[in-house]
């Protein structure tokens, strides 16, 4: 029988649990070639052990082109050569077990690298047994928009077309083959029964293809992820992933939900429809963007009402999750904080505090722990991502933007600023070798040495966070939503509650606290008004 809360939350270890993403590519070179590894993350495993967490979250560490950055798997049974080798894979792993850790890993199946053996054969011939892994038309069906930019199909050798809703060298496979499902489904276990406890799933609600094939309506052009995440069969397919494979495990998944709707949530982690345990929901992070995706300014008002309404819209059948950052956004410290030398280490604490502080099973991404921060770009030569470089193509290239307003918006939005190599000392200490990419300029001032006090900071809330369950199940109670500089919501559990106050500012600012002494801070004391970038943790009750 499991265990329920006051509150009538199903008590599951994946929600109590605090993870920690490891990009292995940008992590700790340990064998000089330039590149992270999986070694790297084996001699830096004694620092995410020390920040307390419970799962590390692992980014591709298959065999790929790198055509995306990994996301492009070419054998999804075999260890990238650049991250190590299979065995490296299984020291890690056990090594994370030993430190009373789990470890999740990237689950890619939305598409796979054109260099994979299915796609190879896929499109060798019409006739091939394979071809109908992937999705073809004998002719352009539509005006389908690939994410990255450009159309979303592109031809192949014999005059058919193949749909890729991301890069044209990475195919979209066809999960109306049965056949194909199955192939996933044997994947998944071929991880899970060396021991993997879970799997974050990219871009899942893709999976599923209107095979009407209908042009993109006109109100959604800019935005055709919302087109792409309602396929007809999208909950059938992950109902049936469920039941052949999750269920034999006990496993967390979390799934990257670009395109659902805050309404459309609850279809896919309502636990008692069996799908998904979590998504990530991206309203908080699309706080700054506009409708062309491009930056914009935001307000705390606009913040705090996502999770307002997040909170409104989900029961507790339903379990959300929180992050700021991963490996596609900017730096959190530049994006929701003050990256100036003044505020940056405060601001970061702050965002710690939220972060760990919130209902739902938190997600740090690495970095943040030291205060990294976002670069300023002045050339596309600067730049590795993939969406970067085509939206230059498309944006500067043919006159829409200028190259001034072009760095402007990047150094705002761009995947690069979370995907540099970790700066571990003043001298860079990423790689012994030429880096894969440029280390951020400011690594000699800002690196994991210089941040130390962040880092304990978020040790000493993950500490407090395993120890107070209001912390972790308690119903959320925003005290404030119309204060244009506090964030201050409560967190209630029966008889235990707390009181979050966080100051989104850089000036002081006058709020009504408690009469007690905070559990935790950003300050070494707490005087009657809130300082610049100030956040306490009171108990209340």
């Known amino acids: 029988m499991s265990e329920t809360t006051p509150n009538g939350y199903i008590k599951r270890w994946w929600k109590e649990a605090v993870v920690y993403q490891v990009y292995p590519r940008s992590f700790y070179d340990s064998n000089g070639d330039g590149i992270g590894d999986l070694r790297g993350v084996l001699e830096k495993l004694d620092h995410i052990k020390g920040l307390g967490v419970d799962v590390i979250w692992l980014s591709p560490h298959f065999d790929s082109p790198n055509a995306d950055n990994g996301y492009d798997i ?258 959190i410290v530049s994006r929701f904080g003050d990256d100036s030398p003044q505020w940056r280490e405060k601001s970061a604490m702050l965002l710690a505090t939220l972060t760990l502080t919130m209902k739902g099973t938190p997600f740090i991404y690495q970095g943040d722990e030291m205060g990294l921060t976002n670069r300023n770009f002045t050339d596309i030569d600067q730049f590795n991502d993939l969406w970067t470089k085509n939206a230059w193509q498309e944006e500067v290239g043919s006159g829409k933007w200028s190259a001034e307003a072009f760095f402007a918006n990047q150094n705002k939005v761009s995947r690069d600023h979370a995907r540099m190599p970790l700066p571990w000392t003043a001298e860079g200490g990423f790689t012994t070798g030429q880096p894969w990419f440029a280390l951020n300029p400011n690594f000699t001032e800002i690196n994991a040495e210089s941040g130390r006090a962040i880092y304990d900071h978020y040790a000493r809330l993950i500490a407090l966070r395993h120890a107070e369950p209001a912390l972790v199940y308690g119903d959320y109670q925003d005290i404030a939503p119309d204060h244009p500089q506090v964030f201050a919501f409560k967190s209630t559990l029966g008889k235990t509650a707390f009181l979050i106050v966080l100051n989104f500012s850089g000036q002081p600012v006058d709020f009504d606290l408690p009469d007690t002494t905070p559990c935790l801070g950003n300050y070494r004391d707490a005087p009657t008004y809130l300082r610049p970038w100030e956040a306490r943790v009171y108990r209340i009750k």
């Open 74 to 331: 070419r054998d999804y049974r075999k260890v990238g050569a650049e991250f190590g080798t299979m065995q490296d894979f299984d020291d890690l792993l056990a090594a994370i077990k030993t430190a009373g850790m789990k470890l999740i890993i990237d689950l890619v199946v939305n598409h796979t690298s054109d260099e994979h053996q299915w796609f190879v054969e896929s499109r060798s011939s019409r006739e091939n047994p394979k071809r109908d892994y992937y999705i073809w038309s004998d002719k352009k069906p539509n005006d389908w928009t690939s994410i990255f930019g450009g159309p979303a199909w592109t031809q192949g050798e014999d005059g058919d077309w193949y749909l890729h809703l991301f890069d044209r060298k990475q195919p979209d496979l066809n999960w109306d083959n049965p056949a194909v499902r199955k192939e996933v489904y044997d994947l998944m276990r071929f991880w899970l029964d060396k021991g993997v406890d879970g799997f974050r799933m990219d871009v899942i609600p893709f999976i599923s293809k209107d095979k009407t094939l209908p042009n993109l309506p006109e109100d959604l052009r800019a935005k055709p992820q919302y087109v792409y995440a309602n396929g007809p069969h999208v909950h059938d397919y992950l109902h049936e992933m469920n039941r052949e494979v999750l269920s034999q495990y006990d496993v967390m998944t979390v799934g990257e939900a670009f395109g659902v709707t805050l309404q459309d949530t609850p279809k896919l982690i309502d636990e008692r429809r069996q799908e998904l345990d979590m998504i990530f929901q991206f309203a908080a992070v699309e706080v700054d963007r506009g409708p062309d995706g491009r930056w914009k300014p935001w307000t705390l008002l606009e913040f705090k009402a996502v999770f307002i309404r997040q909170d409104q819209a989900l029961d507790t059948h339903c379990w959300p999750t929180f992050f700021l950052s991963n490996h596609d956004n900017p730096r």
